[in-house]
């Protein structure tokens, strides 16, 4: 079997580019690919038509920086720390930031029907509210950036009930997806332990999917019980040993979000200056993951480890 396994700055070079439709894996603070995210940053790669599904700090710093064209999106806010991320915000409200708005239901079916092969996606969801009536991206903006559809929706009949109105969506082309999981054998296969958010998707849909693991267990163990295994080989390109590799955010099982630093970011990205000030400190002064790790510290990251038999850890408010 195909040996994956290299470095997470070596599969960013290689498979990510600028230009690519992208979309990172978990939900605002869950078990999101931050360590992926910071070596994008690192890297340079811009200009990404992102599937966002529901972000938070991952595609807030990445709009921050200026290496989004167009965001497709539902909802990007730290939970429970900001009710919508700020750099996100600002770009939103000063016309920056070319950005579409769908419905959470709609936008994680949208990647599911990627990950089937379907040509669109018809559904009830959004008829009668102002999701249908307001456009984030105009007709003629569209008709500009490669890679998206020139309507946001269309109307259609359903062709087995006359005179019934659907919506029909446009499915996502994915070149490139990133998730974080708890374990991955070399050759790719992946166990994900609790909730799956849409990773399984984005890595089926994708061209090329970077998988970033705490744990690289061997072939033959990860066969042992399959009913934990939630990704085939065939569907993964790389596979990256990061241990925190989602930190601040959770990783279910093994450590839980640390809400001090999610609300450091969160007042940092308040001003243009606090923001750049607070990714020169944690991504472009740090060279990699353990570098990373160290300016963290053992005592913190230890705090962070979940309870046993809970998979989080007991003290939900998390305060220092």
Same mark, same amino acid.
């Given at each position: ?15 990510? #580019? ?26 340079? #790669?811009?200009?990404f038509i992102v599937w966002a599904g ?58 599911? *029907? ?28 569209? /008709? ?32 490139? *997806? ?5 374990? *991955? ?21 994708? /061209? ?24 085939? !080989?065939?569907?993964?390109?790389? &596979? !990256?040993? &990061? ?16 809400? *001090? ?60």
């Amino acid at each position: 079997m195909s040996n994956k396994v290299m470095s997470l700055h070596d599969a960013v070079a290689k498979y990510v #580019q600028s230009g690519d439709q992208i979309s990172f894996g978990g939900f605002t603070t869950n078990k999101k690919p931050m360590a992926a995210v910071r070596e994008i940053l690192r890297q340079g #790669q811009k200009d990404f038509i992102v599937w966002a599904g529901p972000a938070g700090s991952d595609w807030d710093m990445m709009i921050g920086e200026n290496r989004v064209k167009a965001y497709i999106n539902c909802y990007t806010a730290d939970s429970g720390v900001t009710n919508v991320s700020r750099r996100f915000r600002k770009k939103i409200e000063s016309g920056e930031l070319i950005y579409e708005d769908y419905s959470q239901d709609a936008i994680m079916y949208m990647l599911h *029907a990627a990950s089937l092969g379907l040509p669109f996606l018809p559904v009830r969801f959004m008829i009668g509210s102002g999701l249908v009536d307001e456009w984030g991206i105009s007709k003629e903006v569209r /008709k500009t950036i490669p890679g998206l559809t020139e309507d946001k929706f269309v109307y259609v009949e359903n062709p087995f009930k006359k005179g019934e109105k659907v919506v029909a969506l446009p499915v996502p082309q994915l070149d490139t *997806a990133i998730i974080h999981v708890q374990k *991955a054998s070399p050759d790719g296969t992946c166990v994900i332990l609790g909730d799956e958010f849409h990773d399984v998707d984005i890595a089926v849909a994708a /061209k090329k999917t970077i998988v970033t693991c705490e744990e690289l267990v061997s072939n033959e163990e990860i066969r042992r019980d399959p009913t934990k295994t939630k990704l085939p !080989c065939f569907t993964v390109d790389a &596979v !990256c040993v &990061v241990p925190y590799g989602a930190h601040p955010t959770q990783c279910y099982d093994y450590y839980d979000y640390d809400n *001090a630093f999610l609300k450091a970011y969160g007042a940092a990205s308040k001003t243009e200056e606090d923001f750049h000030t607070f990714l020169n400190e944690w991504i472009y002064d740090v060279k990699d993951q353990d570098e990373y790790l160290e300016k963290l510290g053992v005592k913190r990251l230890l705090n962070l480890k979940v309870t046993e038999g809970y998979g989080y850890h007991t003290d939900v408010a998390k305060e220092d």
